[in-house]
C-alpha cells in the first residue's frame, strides 16, 4: 500500500519541492507581477484624487440694485465622507499589497497562505464597496437628484469632477487585479491537483 | 477503501487527498445567503413613503421612493442577482452532496462565482449606504439638503436593507474563505 501510494502520488512530488518545479514558479511570478500591480494602481487612485483641489467663483445676488458678489468657492474631496472613505480604503489595499509583497517575495509557509487569502478576500469586499461608495457620490454630483433637491455641482468644478473619475477608473482596475488576485492561485492549485 | 485500490491498478488520476469536507455548510451559508438578499430587497422595495412638503409656497404632497435614486435601483438589482445566485448554488452543493465526484469541479466554479458576486454586493451596499448616509447628514459643502427628517419611515427602511446588505456580504466573504481552506486542504503537501 505504502508503494502503491507514493507511486500515485510520484507525479505530483517530482513537481513539489522547494520552488515547485516550472507551474511553481508561474503561479508566484504571477501573484508578484498581480501584487505589484495592485499596489500601483491603488497608489495612483489614491493621489491622484487626493492632490484634487479647484476653486470656482461664484455670483450672488444679495440686493437687487447692487452688482452680484463674486465669491470663491471650493472643491476639495474631504468634504465628501464617501471620497474621505475612497482615500482610506485604497491607502490601505495600497499598505495591504506592499505587505504581502514583502512576505510573497520570501518563501511562502502554509499558515501565511491562508492569512494572506483571508486579508485579501477582505481587501476585495473593501475595495468594490469604496468604488460603489464613490462612484455613487460622482453621479449624484454630476446628475443631481431633482426628486430632493439636490443641485449637480460638475458644470461648476468641471477639472475636479474628471480627476475624480479618472481616479475612479483607476481604482475599479486595482479592484479586478485585487480579484484575480484571489482567484489565480485557487485556479492553479486546483490545476495541480486535477 | 475498495474504490481506492482499484484506482490504482488502473494507474488512471490519483484521487486527490479526502480533505475537509464542508460542503454542508456550504448549503447553510448560501440558504442564509438567500434569505438576507430576499429580506434586503422586500424591505427597500417596500419603503415608498409620501410626505406634505412645503414647496415654493404651498403644501405639496412628495414621494420617496428607491426608483429615485440610481444608486438604490441598482441596489435593487444587484441584490435580485445575489439572490438568484445564492438559490441556484445552494442547489448546485445539495447536488453535490448527492454526487461527490463533481466537488473540484464545483470548488473552482464556487470561488469563482462567489468573487464576482461579492464585488457585485459590496460596490451595492456601498453605493446605496453612502446615498442614505447623504440622505440622513446632508453635506453643507455642496448645498445638498438631508431628507430624513421629513421622510423617516423611508429612511429607516433604507437603513435596515442597507445593514442586512452588509450581513449578505460577510456571508459571501466566509463562503470564499470556506472554498479557499477546501482548495488548501486538498492540495498535497
Known amino acids: ?26 503561479v508566484r511570478t504571477c501573484d508578484l507581477v498581480l501584487r505589484l500591480l495592485a499596489f500601483l494602481l491603488t497608489l495612483v487612485a489614491a493621489v491622484v484624487i487626493g492632490a484634487d483641489k479647484q476653486t470656482a467663483t461664484v455670483p450672488i445676488k444679495l440686493v437687487e440694485s447692487m452688482p452680484p458678489l463674486y465669491v470663491p468657492v471650493a472643491a476639495k474631496w474631504h468634504y465628501l465622507s464617501a471620497f474621505v472613505y475612497f482615500v482610506g480604503a485604497n491607502a490601505m489595499a495600497c499598505a495591504y499589497a506592499t505587505l504581502s509583497l514583502l512576505l510573497s517575495i520570501g518563501n511562502r509557509r502554509k499558515w501565511m497562505e491562508t492569512v494572506i487569502t483571508v486579508l ?36 461648476m468644478f468641471g477639472k475636479f469632477c474628471d480627476q475624480v473619475a479618472a481616479s475612479l477608473f483607476i481604482s475599479l482596475l486595482g479592484s479586478i487585479t485585487f480579484l484575480l488576485l484571489l482567484l489565480l492561485p485557487q485556479l492553479f492549485r486546483l490545476k495541480q491537483t486535477t | 477503501m475498495a474504490s481506492t485500490d482499484i484506482e490504482y491498478k488502473s494507474s488512471s488520476t490519483p484521487p486527490p487527498p479526502a480533505g475537509v469536507d464542508y460542503f454542508k455548510v456550504h448549503v447553510i451559508l448560501r440558504f442564509l445567503l438567500l434569505a438576507a438578499s430576499v429580506v434586503a430587497l422586500g424591505v ?122 452588509l450581513f449578505g456580504s460577510i456571508i459571501t466573504v466566509l463562503l470564499i474563505w470556506l472554498s479557499a481552506f477546501t482548495i488548501y486542504s486538498r492540495v498535497p503537501k
Open chain 2, 44 to 165: 427597500i422595495v417596500s419603503s415608498d413613503q409620501t410626505e406634505l412638503v412645503l414647496f415654493q409656497g404651498t403644501l405639496v404632497p412628495q414621494p420617496a421612493k428607491f426608483q429615485h435614486s440610481p444608486a438604490f435601483v441598482y441596489f435593487v438589482a444587484a441584490f435580485s442577482v445575489s439572490g438568484l445566485y445564492a438559490l441556484v448554488s445552494a442547489l448546485a452543493s445539495i447536488a453535490v452532496i448527492q454526487q461527490p465526484e463533481f466537488k473540484l469541479k464545483f470548488l473552482l466554479n464556487f470561488i469563482f462565482w462567489d468573487t464576482l458576486i461579492l464585488g457585485i454586493i459590496a460596490s451595492a451596499t456601498g453605493a446605496a449606504g453612502t446615498v442614505a448616509y447623504i440622505g440622513l447628514k446632508g453635506n453643507s459643502h455642496v448645498g445638498w439638503i438631508k431628507v430624513c427628517n421629513v421622510y423617516d419611515k423611508f429612511c429607516r427602511h433604507l437603513a435596515g436593507s442597507i445593514a442586512v446588505a
Open chain 1, 1 to 26: 500500500m505504502e508503494g502503491q501510494r507514493k507511486g500515485s502520488f510520484n507525479v505530483m512530488e517530482e513537481s513539489e519541492g522547494n520552488g515547485k518545479g516550472w507551474r511553481g514558479s508561474v
Open chain 1, 120 to 155: 485579501d478576500t477582505l481587501m476585495v469586499a473593501l475595495l468594490f464597496s469604496s468604488n460603489g461608495a464613490a462612484i455613487a457620490v460622482g453621479l449624484l454630483g454630476l446628475q443631481g437628484n431633482s426628486h430632493v433637491h439636490w443641485n449637480k455641482v460638475c458644470n
